[in-house]
């Protein structure tokens, strides 16, 4: 069960459904339901609904041929594209991709002022994470022009 409000890809999701379990998490888009399919390979509910939850449960403890099924899919889910291979090949991709587009040259003098318009959908998203993922974005070749030089 992972009753969670947010998450970016959860490995407790993946490394249970790797062992079989199927999982019963919240519905969280681009985090959990690009893992999990709602009655494929697992069960949705939306976040902060215990009752959904509990009935999950209660409908796989009594379709046990069900729960067999479903653990049976979230195992191949993991293993064909989650595994070692598929997600290596995808960073090495990426990191291929992040050194064509790199931008070689020293940046300009740092601003200290956030440029909100780099957060995109994360308008919460913790301090901490700001310049790591600008600089991800900077080697990416993804930053306007303008933040480049103020970045």
């Known amino acids: 069960v992972m009753p969670s409000k947010f998450e970016g890809l959860p490995l407790a999701l993946l490394e249970a459904m790797d062992l079989g379990v199927v999982p019963v998490a919240s519905r969280l888009p681009g985090s959990t339901d690009a893992v999990v399919e709602h009655n494929v390979n ?31 899919r979230a195992w191949e889910r993991v293993h064909t594209e989650f595994s070692v291979n598929t997600v290596g090949s995808a960073y090495t991709a990426l990191i291929n991709r992040c050194i064509a587009n790199r931008q070689y040259g020293r940046a300009g003098r740092r601003s200290g002022r956030l440029d909100t318009t780099l957060l995109g959908d994360f308008p919460r998203l913790p301090m901490c994470l700001v310049r790591p993922i600008r600089k991800a974005l900077r080697i990416a070749g993804l930053l306007p022009v303008s933040a480049r030089t103020t970045a």
């Open 42 to 72: 697992g069960m949705l509910t939306m976040p902060g609904d215990w009752r959904a939850i509990v009935d999950c449960l209660e409908s796989l403890e009594l379709d046990r041929r069900r729960l067999r099924e479903l653990s049976r």
